[in-house]
């Protein structure tokens, strides 16, 4: 019961996250290429943030996990930076909680608690950063960021697929 509501929680936490730092335009509009640059640095820092969230209380899967996501975060911002200085586009990096937050607390949890919340802490925020590209790329304001988008969808796709039949099999 208590890995149910820990699940929940953290569902919430991470929608209402995701609301709140803008990814979401409820006016239909597309999002533009600061937005999308925005987005995706902050997707980012979710994904730095999970290595320091498994420095407290994980196991090596997802301590190993987490290194590869971050490292690939830092590979995605390199190449964003570029692209932004490019447009002389100025990101919105929102101050967001710590990833921490969106899972349950290490003192509390036991590892296979951990590792499920682990689990079900990315996949709202990767499915966030999809439809964040997936609606830029029917009105993309910029080539190279289109590329770009283009380029990383089917990884996140896959990535985030990845998360959902391991959590399904935790």
Do not use: C, H, W
């Not at 995701?18 to 640095?41: F, Q």
């Not at 979710?46 to 490292?71: H, I």
């Not at 993309?140 to 391991?166: G, H």
């Amino acid at each position: 019961m208590r890995v149910l509501v820990a699940i929940i929680l953290a569902f919430i936490s991470t929608a209402a996250l995701a609301d709140a730092t803008g990814e979401r335009k409820p006016d239909g509009r597309p999002p533009s290429a600061t937005d999308v640059i925005s987005g995706l640095y902050n997707f980012s820092r979710f994904q730095q943030g999970l290595l320091e969230s498994t420095d407290l209380k994980g196991n090596a899967e997802v301590k190993n996990l987490a290194a590869l996501r971050a490292e690939e975060a830092a590979k995605r911002d390199k190449a964003l930076k570029q692209i932004q200085q490019a447009i002389g586009a100025e990101p919105r990096v929102d101050k967001t909680s710590s990833v921490s937050a969106s899972l349950v607390e290490p003192e509390t949890s036991d590892g296979p608690t951990y590792v499920r919340s682990f689990y079900a802490s990315q996949i709202p925020e990767y499915e966030s950063a999809i439809d964040l590209l997936e609606r830029y790329l029917k009105a993309p304001d910029n080539a190279a960021l289109a590329a770009f988008a283009r380029e990383q969808l089917p990884m996140l796709r896959a990535q985030v697929k990845a998360a959902e039949r391991t959590m399904a099999d935790k």
